[in-house]
């Protein structure tokens, strides 16, 4: 089991940025991948960066490409989402995701963003 626990949430105005990290502890070792999720007031999920944690590659949805960016520091067991020209449409509750060989199966408690117009 990986526990994963996420913050960095906040308030900001559009335009402006905010630095999520998800710190994941427990079997860190079956971690093939973590990705960032985030959920609208009303809405359903939605998938929005992963990245592979051996050798690093990265997807986007196409929302986020060129604003928001996934980085890792295996070291720390820590995922980052650097968030920059931030949108009232990203606001949401964001959650953290790892996976082993399948599905993302482990989930954090989530963080607010609020991006003010």
């Known amino acids: 089991q990986v526990q994963l626990v996420e913050s960095g949430g906040g308030m900001v105005h559009a335009g402006g940025s905010l630095r999520l990290s998800c710190a994941a502890s427990?079997?860190?070792?079956?971690?093939?991948?973590m990705a960032w999720f985030r959920q609208a007031a009303g809405k359903g999920r939605e998938f929005v960066a992963q990245?592979?944690?051996?050798?690093?590659?990265?997807y986007y949805i196409d929302s986020v490409k060129g604003r928001f960016t996934i980085s890792r520091d295996n070291a720390k067991n820590t995922v980052y989402l650097q968030m920059n020209s931030l949108k009232p449409e990203d606001t949401g509750v964001y959650y953290c995701?790892?996976?082993?060989?399948?599905?993302?199966?482990?989930w954090g408690q989530g963080t607010q963003v609020t991006v003010s117009s």
């Open positions: 427990g079997r860190t070792f079956s971690i093939a991948s």
């Open positions: 990245i592979r944690w051996s050798g690093g590659s990265t």
């Open positions: 995701a790892s996976s082993g060989l399948g599905t993302f199966d482990s």
